[in-house]
């Protein structure tokens, strides 16, 4: 992802107290954000312009949990995000040139509400974009193409809960009559549609989503937790699903299932933590899926986000329905439903 353009002139960061992978690598991660996609004819740069909206707010967002949001330009940011608004559906695309998307949208979304920037957009077109996607039986497309996924209709949730517009827009009623059609009863967990294996990122989605829609007395807590709890393996990761590899993405999609429903203590947070560690490369930053993998942005993001939620000292807190720093959600004045710790 390039931050070319929004990188400030720099005198410089911190340095690291030591080389020891069981330390969090600071000053490295945050030269690493910086130094993100300055390689234009990178393969990985050219790959990569369809995430790109995302993987901006993977930066801004990391950055900002570490108290360094400062380090880009946060004008640059701005109009690039503008440049990004379909003028014809509202929606934002990942970059110039591509068609508008639900998740590049939430994506432009949070972005702005970090920088407090939404008065910068077309708000009313975002809402028509989003509310012309839900479907009969409530379901989200995720753009003119027609797939549905739960992973849209958190996107729809979220976004119109950030810009302050649930109310008369969407049939919210029906949105979560068709979350909970995903819902699996033999395990408590949430698949991309009805009868679809449960997989730990869309819980995440369907669990959020209950969250800003205030329903999470519709979750069978306890099944669901235990499911969740049984995706750490002996390394101390978590998996999304029975019999996967342990990934530092789940640090965040099960870490922050299990803090919305009030469960986090039902994993081991100790070994869970020394996991996310040892997956950040010591030599340039950044975090890895796993254990001596190349980092990159996504999985960057989602560590530190995971050490935030473990309460990891130097970070800002994180909310966990809606990825963003918990300051910017009190500015905001949103409150996602959370159940008390059982």
Known sequence: MDFTSFVKPSNGGGSTENGEANKLQFWKHVEYIENHGKQEDDYEYCMTEFLR?????????????????????????????????????????????????????????????????????????????????????????????????????????????????????????????????????????????????SHAGLIYCCVGFLSLTQRLHLLDVDKLGWWLCERQLPSGGLNGRPEKLPDVCYSWWVLSSLTIMGRLHWISSEKLQQFILSCQDTETGGFSDRTGNMPDIFHTLFGIGGLSLLGHSGLKAINPTLCMPQYIIDRLNIKPQRLTLA
């Open 53 to 197: 909206m995302s993987g901006i707010y993977w930066g801004v967002t990391a950055l900002d949990i570490m108290g360094q949001l400062d380090r880009l330009d946060r004008k640059s940011i701005i109009e690039f995000v503008k440049r990004c608004q379909c003028p014809a559906s509202g929606g934002f695309a990942p970059c110039e040139g591509h068609d508008p998307h639900m998740l590049y949208t939430l994506s432009a979304v949070q972005i702005l509400c970090t920088y407090d920037a939404l008065d910068d957009i077309d708000c009313d077109a975002v809402v028509r974009f989003i509310v012309g996607l839900q479907q009969p039986d409530g379901s989200f497309f995720g753009d003119k193409w027609g797939e549905v996924d739960t992973r849209f209709s958190f996107c729809a949730v979220a976004t119109l809960t950030l810009l302050k517009r649930m109310d008369q827009s969407i049939d919210v009623e029906k949105a979560v009559k068709f979350v909970m059609s995903c819902c699996n009863q033999t395990d408590g967990g949430f698949g991309s549609k009805p009868g679809a294996e």
